[in-house]
């Protein structure tokens, strides 16, 4: 099959999903991929405009890199991180992740100008993610951060920060107006905030 011809299906993006999915079990990966993949879906809705064939593949591909990084130092790669990080680091899993997904993406014959535009994404989504250089680079880098405003996200961000609750969504909270590149992305992790304070509230 000719990879100029093959078409881009939810087959196709749930192919991708399972040839990414082995290489998320580390730095809570497995958690944090699928809600990243429902946050930039529900992204996609609101911005009809961008590609889903870029967006899927790069937000599913986008922390494999970390397979390929000593398990010690995963930590010190949270870029933005309130207790400082190693940009090395960040780097380093973005650039092992471009390998590893442009072998996936090969594998699957996926059309090379999305493959390309995929791993543009991936190669800069922690390192430049204050810029934003596409609508789909935008909502893959919104999508990304924001499964850290819920119940989960929060609890595991804060133990790698070694924050308490209050802490972290207070750091969460002053990063509303600055680390998103959407207004839905903003408006989501307001409202997700939101809903984490009431849970732990309810539940404290």
Known sequence: MSEDRREVTPDVIA???????????????EIHMPQAYAYAQALLRVYPEADAGVVLPAILLHD????????????QGLADAPTGWKPDITRLHEQEGVEL?????????????LSEMVLKIID???????????????????ADKLWRFGVQGVNICRGWVNMTFEEFTAFLESKLATWF?????????????ERTRHEYTRTT
């Open 15 to 29: 192919e991708i999903y399972l040839k990414a999915e082995p290489y998320w079990h580390t730095r809570s990966g």
């Open 64 to 75: 494999v890199g970390y397979a390929r990084v000593p398990e010690e130092t995963h930590h």
């Open 101 to 113: 997904a442009r072998q996936i993406l090969a594998e699957l014959y996926y059309p090379p100008t």
């Open 124 to 142: 800069g989504h922690d390192t430049t993610s204050t810029e934003m250089h596409s609508i789909e680079d935008a909502i893959v880098k919104d």
């Open 181 to 193: 590149h959407t207004a839905e992305g903003a408006r989501l992790a307001r409202l997700t905030l």
